[in-house]
C-alpha cells in the first residue's frame, strides 16, 4: 500500500514537474523566438542604415586596348570589401569594327562577366545588338543578336543567368519576354534595369543623326522598337511601384543610352532626332514616377565614355522642358560612366543617413591613365 501511494505520489509529481518544465521551455522558447524576431528586425532595421558601395563602370572591354586595361578595372573592383555589386551599363564591343559573330557572346562572359568576384548586373547596350546590322560588325540581324543576349547572360533552358562569381541573396525579377529586364532590392535601396540602348533605341531613323559607320535610313525596326518601349515604360512604372511597397529609400535606374536631356524643345520640333521621340516615353516614365516617388532617384548611363554627374531633369506641369527652364527636379541625378578609351571606375557610395544618399568616388586605374 505504502509502496503504491508512493508510486503514485512519485507519479503526480513527476507530472507536476515534467508540466512546470514544459510551460517553462514553451515560455523560454516563446521568449526566445521573440526576442529573435526582434533582434532580427532590429538587424534588418540596422542594415538599411550601413554604408556600402556598388560599383558602376560601362563601355568596356571593346577591342584589343580595352581588353588589355580591363582587367586593370576588374581587379581593383575585386580587390574593394566594400563594393556589394557592380552595375555595368552596357556595351561591351565596338560599334566601329567588333564583329557580332556568335562565338563573341560566350566569349564575353568567360571573359569578361564571370571576372568579377561581386555579383554584377548589365543593362545591355547598343553595340552588342542594335549596330550588328552595320557592314563593319558583319551585317547580321539585330533582332537575331538580341536573341543571342538573352541566351548568354540572362536566361537559357528557362533558368535564370547570374552574372559574376556570387549571387545576391536579394531576389531578383525578370520581365517573361525581356529577361533582360530587372528588378531587385538592396539594403533600401531598388534598382529598375530596362533595355534602352542608344543609336536611337532601334527605333526607325528618316535622318539619321550619324552617317559613319554604315548607318543607313533604313536602320532601326519599328515593331520591335513599339513594343520593347512600352515594355520599358511598364518595366519602370513597375520598379517605381515596388519601391515604394518596400519603402525604399532611393532608386538606380541603370540604361545604356545617353537620352539628350538638354534636347526637350529640340526634340518636339524634330521628332526624328536620334535622341528624341525614341526616348522621350522613357524619359517621361521617369519624370512622372520620380515627381510621384520623392525619393532620392539616380539614373546611371553610358553611351559616351566620359564621367559626369548632373541634375538634367527639369518639368513644368508634370512635362519635361528644356535645362534652366520651369522647375529642376531636385531628387533626380544622373551618372554617366567612364568607357572605352578612358578605362576607368566610379563608386557609389550610399549612405542612407546622408539626405543626399549618393556619393561618387571617382577612380582612376594607375596602370591605365595617359593611354587614350
Given amino acids: 500500500m505504502c509502496d503504491g501511494h508512493y508510486s503514485v505520489v512519485t507519479s503526480i509529481k513527476s507530472q507536476n514537474?515534467?508540466?512546470?518544465?514544459?510551460?517553462?521551455?514553451?515560455?523560454?522558447a516563446t521568449l526566445a523566438i521573440g526576442y529573435g524576431i526582434y533582434f532580427s528586425i532590429q538587424a534588418s532595421a540596422a542594415s538599411l542604415n550601413v554604408k556600402f558601395s556598388v560599383a558602376l563602370i560601362g563601355d568596356m572591354p571593346y577591342d584589343a586596348k580595352g581588353a588589355f586595361e580591363t582587367p586593370n578595372v576588374i581587379a581593383e573592383i575585386n580587390a574593394d570589401s566594400k563594393i556589394?555589386?557592380?552595375l555595368f551599363d552596357g556595351d561591351t564591343?565596338?560599334?566601329?569594327?567588333d564583329k557580332c559573330a556568335d562565338a563573341a557572346y560566350p566569349a564575353l562572359k568567360t571573359s569578361f562577366f564571370d571576372k568579377?568576384?561581386?555579383?554584377?548586373?548589365?543593362?545591355?547596350?547598343?553595340n552588342?545588338?542594335?549596330d550588328c546590322d552595320r557592314a563593319v560588325k558583319d551585317a547580321f540581324d539585330p533582332n537575331s543578336r538580341l536573341a543571342l543576349v538573352r541566351s548568354n547572360f540572362?536566361?537559357?533552358?528557362g533558368n535564370y543567368i547570374s552574372l559574376g562569381q556570387s549571387t545576391?541573396?536579394?531576389?531578383?525579377?525578370?520581365d517573361p519576354k525581356y529577361p533582360e529586364m530587372q528588378i531587385f532590392e538592396y539594403r533600401g535601396i531598388t534598382v529598375i534595369i530596362p533595355n534602352v540602348p542608344g543609336s536611337a533605341n532601334n527605333s526607325s531613323v528618316t535622318t539619321p543623326a550619324f552617317k559613319t559607320y554604315n548607318?543607313?535610313?533604313?536602320?532601326?525596326?519599328?515593331?520591335?522598337?513599339?513594343?520593347?518601349?512600352?515594355?520599358?515604360?511598364?518595366w519602370i512604372n513597375k520598379g517605381f511601384n515596388y519601391a515604394t511597397e518596400k519603402n525604399s529609400v532611393g532608386i538606380i535606374v541603370v540604361l545604356q543610352a545617353n537620352m539628350d536631356w538638354e534636347g526637350y524643345a529640340r526634340d518636339a520640333a524634330v521628332p526624328n532626332n536620334e535622341n528624341s521621340a525614341a526616348y522621350a516615353a522613357t524619359k517621361q516614365a521617369l519624370l512622372t514616377n520620380t515627381l510621384k516617388f520623392k525619393r532620392p532617384v539616380l539614373l546611371q548611363n553610358g553611351d559616351e565614355h566620359w564621367y559626369q554627374v548632373d541634375m538634367p531633369m527639369n518639368e513644368t506641369g508634370g512635362k519635361l522642358i528644356e535645362k534652366d527652364k520651369g522647375t529642376l527636379v531636385e531628387n533626380f541625378t544622373r551618372v554617366q560612366t567612364f568607357g572605352s578609351g578612358f578605362n576607368h571606375w566610379v563608386e557609389l557610395v550610399i549612405d542612407p543617413r546622408d539626405p543626399n544618399l549618393w556619393n561618387f568616388k571617382v577612380h582612376l586605374v594607375a596602370a591605365n591613365i595617359g593611354k587614350h
Fill in 116 to 126: 568579377f568576384q561581386a555579383p554584377l548586373f548589365y543593362s545591355v547596350g547598343d
Fill in 128 to 130: 552588342e545588338w542594335v
Fill in 93 to 97: 564591343m565596338s560599334g566601329k569594327g
Fill in 215 to 234: 548607318d543607313t535610313s533604313a536602320d532601326g525596326d519599328a515593331v520591335e522598337f513599339v513594343a520593347r518601349d512600352a515594355a520599358n515604360v511598364a
Fill in 168 to 174: 545576391l541573396l536579394s531576389p531578383i525579377l525578370h
Fill in 84 to 86: 556589394k555589386f557592380t
Fill in 17 to 28: 514537474l515534467n508540466a512546470k518544465r514544459l510551460t517553462a521551455t514553451v515560455l523560454i
Fill in 154 to 157: 540572362f536566361q537559357k533552358g
